[in-house]
């Protein structure tokens, strides 16, 4: 039986936003739930719930649960949209700071059995196995997922999928193939089998457009992929993404665990429920900004970093989005210290039109402890949405 040379999993948590709103709300399992907007949740604690068929706005979905998913709908989609496909499915509002808490929960409980892990997001980590499983047999690769999914049940009362490959592609691939609490182990000569009959777009790094090209020029399956000639994909794709195409379908794949990175940058934005108005609207939004640039801060201080270059975003009732950026002598990290420079770089932006998102973002970051002396909040100035 073909063993694993390096045993990497991906280790991916079930519907993690919709799952953390069942904790809170256990009356709702089984049911179809949709997270997204911002609006409370009335009567909520007494069992009166919102649906998606009273909802009124431009919000979109930030999860579902698999009840709901059943019905048509999915990350990303319109509220409206989804309205008319599962119009009886209980509407949430999304918690970030409570998905926070419990990402840090499971990661934290994952670390005690398996250190070589690299974040790649709220609710999804690499893990490098393969020190755990030397002989890099199935069971093994088996037996360390289910101690990983309990760990993460006992921290949380969530579920999470794990797929173990050769390779951080092939194990996210497989992570979604048993969802949701699955475990799915792959070696190599597994691959025909198990992955070439799969529709291309699965592999992690062939996005819509691609997938969409793929598709005219009759390339529908992972299989098809990789029985393509490689200088033809160089042909329609280009020489590098061409060869990565090739390499991808075959299941080749050699990047590392990463287990350390610095973050480039650090940053906050909300899209509002209506268009406002620079001048009408001003104190909302001038609370959304404060309150961005607070968020910002705690983020900030729970990481360890300052930065120095602090970004504004905005994207107004056109669609049109502009940035600004501000490099500032020394680093901050402080609320008010951000919101007076990003309040600089919005004096910069001609405000001609409602606002629909507000942005705030610090970059150029430096370890907190590095700098003992950094520049002190001092109170912000006077400017737009003060």
């Not at 009166?48 to 990350?75: N, Q, W």
């Not at 194990?171 to 190599?188: R, Y």
């Not at 402080?334 to 507000?358: N, Y």
């Amino acid at each position: 039986m073909p063993s694993l040379p390096r045993s990497i999993a991906h280790l991916d948590m079930d519907a993690f936003y919709a799952s953390v709103e069942l904790l809170r709300y256990p009356q709702l399992r089984g049911q179809p739930v949709v997270v997204g907007g911002r609006r409370a949740v009335p009567g909520g604690e007494t069992g009166d719930f919102p649906h998606l068929r009273d909802y009124v706005g431009r919000g979109v979905i930030t999860t579902a649960t698999y009840e709901a998913r059943a019905l048509g709908v999915h990350s990303g989609m319109g509220l409206m949209k989804a309205a008319q496909l599962a119009p009886d499915a209980v509407l949430l509002p999304a918690d970030f700071d409570a998905y926070r808490h419990h990402s840090r929960l499971f990661k934290a409980a994952v670390r005690e059995l398996a250190p070589e892990m690299e974040d790649r997001g709220i609710d999804e980590i690499y893990l490098d196995l393969t020190a755990l499983n030397p002989d890099g047999s199935r069971e093994g690769a088996r037996a360390i997922a289910l101690r990983l999914q309990q760990a993460v049940h006992d921290a949380t009362g969530l579920s999470c999928s794990i797929g173990v490959a050769p390779n951080k592609l092939l194990a996210k691939l497989c992570s979604d193939l048993d969802k949701p609490a699955g475990i799915t182990v792959v070696a190599a000569d597994d691959i025909p089998a198990r992955i070439w009959p799969l529709p291309a777009k699965r592999i992690n790094g062939i996005g819509p457009k691609a997938a969409a090209r793929l598709d005219a020029l009759g390339v529908r399956s992972i299989g098809e992929l990789a029985a393509a000639d490689p200088v033809w994909l160089q042909e329609h794709f280009g020489e590098r993404y061409g060869v990565w195409l090739h390499r991808a379908a075959h299941g080749d794949d050699e990047r590392p665990v990463v287990t350390h990175s610095e973050p480039k940058s650090l940053s906050r934005e909300t899209t509002f429920e209506r268009d406002l108005h620079p001048q009408l609207d001003r104190d909302a939004l001038s609370q959304s900004f404060t309150r961005l640039c607070e968020q910002l801060a705690a983020d900030l201080q729970r990481k360890g970093y300052i930065g120095k270059t602090i970004g504004l975003k905005l994207r107004f009732d056109n669609f049109h989005t502009v940035t600004r950026d501000q490099t500032l002598p020394r680093p901050i990290g402080e609320a008010a210290a951000i919101r007076r420079a990003a309040g600089e770089c919005l004096k910069r932006v001609p405000l001609e039109r409602r606002i629909r998102l507000l942005g705030v973002r610090v970059a150029s970051l430096t370890r907190r402890d590095a700098v003992p002396d950094h520049e002190p909040a001092q109170p912000a100035q006077a400017e737009l949405f003060a």
